[in-house]
C-alpha cells in the first residue's frame, strides 16, 4: 500500500507542531514517521514531537528544508524507509515532514520526486491560523507560497474561546487557494483525522479546475490573483512546453500554482499540467473526457495583474481572465 508524504508547512506559529500532536495522540495515528525541519540551532518542534510518545522521529537541521536540505531530506527519508524494511516490517502508514514555517513548498516537492523508488502519495497540507488570517503575516510571500501549494488547508484555533467565524475564515483561505480542501473543524482531533486522512484537493478541483474557480469574484484577495489562462485547441507540446517556461521565468517566485488539463496535437486524451511555484512535474496523461474542459488552466499567483500575465500567455495564443 502506498505511503502517504504529508508536507506540513504554515506560517510562524499557525498551528503544525500543535495539529501533528493531535494526529499523534490519536490511534489512527500509529504507525507514523516524522520528520522535523527547524532552522534555529536546537530543533525545538523535533525536540517536543519526539518526547510526546514512541513515534519515530528524524531532525533535519542543517537548514531551511526548501533551501538547503534537499539532500538530507532524501537521505534520511530513505533511513526511514529502509529501517523499516531491514526490521521486516511493513511501510509506514505515514510520514510528515514539519517544514520551519518559513519554507517554500515547491523546492521540497521536487527533492521528494528523487524518492520515486518508494510508493508515496504525496500531499500539501497547510495550517492557517483562523484568528489572523493572511493580511498580517510580515512573511507573506511565503505565507501565500504554503497555502496555494496546499490540497488541503487547516483552519486552527477554532476552539478557542471568542474564535472567530469558521465560515469567513474558511472564505479568507479559499480566496488564497480555491482548489484546496478546507479543514473548518474545531474538535482538535476530529480536525487531525480529516487533515491526514490522505485525501487530496476538492472532488470539483479534481475533476474540472476551471470550473471550480468559477464565480469567485466576490471573495479576491487584495494580493492574489485567481486566473483562467485558455489554449488553442490542438496545439502541439512544443509550444505547451514553451509557455510553461515562460511563465515560470517571467512570474518567478509570484507564480503560486497551476492546474488543468490541455488537449494535445497527436496525444490521446487531456494532459493534465500541474506546477507547484515554478516546479512542474511531469504532465500526466488523463482518460478521455476526464480532468474538464482541455486547455482551460487555473494560474494562481501572487501580485501579478492579469495584463502581465496576458503578456506571457499571448505569444502562445492563450487568452488569460481573472476569476
Ligand atoms: N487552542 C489551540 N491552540 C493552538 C492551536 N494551534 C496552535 N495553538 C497554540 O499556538 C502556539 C503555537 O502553535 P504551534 O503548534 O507550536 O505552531 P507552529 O506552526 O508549529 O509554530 P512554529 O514551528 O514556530 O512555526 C502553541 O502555544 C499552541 O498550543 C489550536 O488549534 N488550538
Not at 506560517?11 to 532552522?39: I, R
Not at 492574489?224 to 518567478?252: K, N, Q, S, Y
Amino acid at each position: 500500500m502506498a505511503t502517504d508524504f504529508h508536507i506540513l508547512c504554515g506560517f510562524l506559529g499557525s498551528g503544525k507542531t500543535t495539529l501533528l500532536l493531535d494526529l499523534l495522540g490519536t490511534p489512527e495515528g500509529a504507525d507514523t514517521a516524522v520528520l522535523v525541519n527547524d532552522v534555529g540551532a536546537i530543533n525545538v518542534d523535533g525536540a517536543v514531537v519526539a518526547s510526546s510518545g514512541d513515534t519515530q522521529v528524524a531532525m533535519l537541521s542543517n537548514g531551511c528544508v526548501c533551501c538547503s536540505v534537499g539532500n538530507d531530506l532524501v537521505a534520511t527519508v530513505d533511513d526511514l524507509v529502509y529501517g523499516r524494511i531491514d526490521a521486516g516490517l511493513p511501510p509506514f502508514r505515514r510520514m510528515v515532514l514539519e517544514c520551519s514555517g518559513l519554507s517554500r513548498p515547491s523546492p521540497i516537492v521536487r527533492s521528494l520526486a528523487d524518492l520515486g523508488a518508494h510508493d508515496f502519495r504525496v500531499r500539501v497540507l497547510s495550517t492557517f491560523d483562523a484568528g489572523q488570517g493572511t493580511e498580517h503575516a510580515a512573511s507573506f510571500e511565503e505565507a501565500a507560497a504554503q497555502l496555494a501549494a496546499a490540497q488541503a488547508i487547516v483552519l486552527t484555533r477554532l476552539d478557542l474561546d471568542g474564535a472567530p467565524d469558521a465560515a469567513a475564515s474558511a472564505a479568507a483561505a479559499r480566496a488564497v487557494n480555491p482548489l484546496a480542501r478546507i479543514v473548518a473543524e474545531p474538535d482538535r482531533p476530529a480536525r487531525a483525522l480529516a487533515a491526514f486522512d490522505g485525501q487530496g484537493l476538492t472532488a470539483a478541483a479534481v475533476a474540472d479546475p476551471a470550473a471550480a474557480v468559477g464565480g469567485l469574484r466576490a471573495m479576491r484577495h487584495p494580493r492574489i490573483g485567481v486566473f483562467l489562462a485558455t489554449l488553442p485547441a490542438g496545439c502541439d507540446w512544443g509550444t505547451v512546453a514553451h509557455w510553461i517556461e515562460d511563465l515560470a521565468a517571467r512570474c518567478g517566485d509570484r507564480l503560486l500554482r497551476v492546474k488543468g488539463a490541455v488537449a494535445v496535437a497527436g496525444v490521446d486524451g487531456p494532459l493534465l499540467i500541474q506546477g507547484v511555484g515554478t516546479i512542474f512535474g511531469p504532465p500526466m496523461r488523463l482518460r478521455p473526457g476526464t480532468g474538464g474542459e482541455p486547455g482551460r488552466l487555473v494560474i494562481i499567483a501572487r501580485d501579478l495583474s492579469r495584463a502581465e500575465l496576458a503578456e506571457v500567455c499571448e505569444p502562445y495564443g492563450a487568452t488569460v481572465v481573472e476569476t
